[in-house]
Nanobody, 115 residues
Framework: QVQLVESGGGLVQAGGSLRLSCAAS????????MGWYRQAPGKPRELVAG???????NYADSVKGRFTISRDNTKNTVFLQMGSLKPEDTAVYYC?????????WGQGTQVTVSS
């Protein structure tokens, strides 16, 4: 049974940093693409960053140069290091396991950036 558990969200001032973690279980973590999405109130869910097992990471234009996705296959964990945070980064952030035809989602963690 796939489980994705995010942590690390919270309230931070603009310009600050946060590190999100997603602990994965129930599948062979090292074999699959992982990613982070976010959803702000009243807006559709959007891709923030993706990390294939051996490919090139990709980022939303809005976070390039500020956010970094990484993974530790020994700990079945994917991370999102967020820096230079802006109020528009406020959203619920979701960890996602990317499969062909279906994605699995975590429960989300709230990130709030105050101005």
């Amino acid at each position: 049974q796939v489980q994705l558990v995010e942590s690390g969200g919270g309230l931070v001032q603009a310009g600050g940093s946060l590190r999100l973690s997603c602990a994965a279980s129930g599948f062979t973590f090292s074999l699959y693409t992982m990613g982070w999405y976010r959803q702000a109130p009243g807006k559709p869910r959007e891709l923030v960053a993706g990390m294939p097992t051996g490919g090139i990471t990709n980022y939303a234009d809005s976070v390039k140069g500020r956010f970094t996705i990484s993974r530790d296959n020994t700990k079945n964990t994917v991370f999102l290091q967020m820096g230079s945070l802006k109020p528009e980064d406020t959203a619920v952030y979701y960890c996602v396991l990317v499969l062909v035809g279906i994605n699995y989602w975590g429960q989300g963690t709230q990130v709030t950036v105050s101005s």
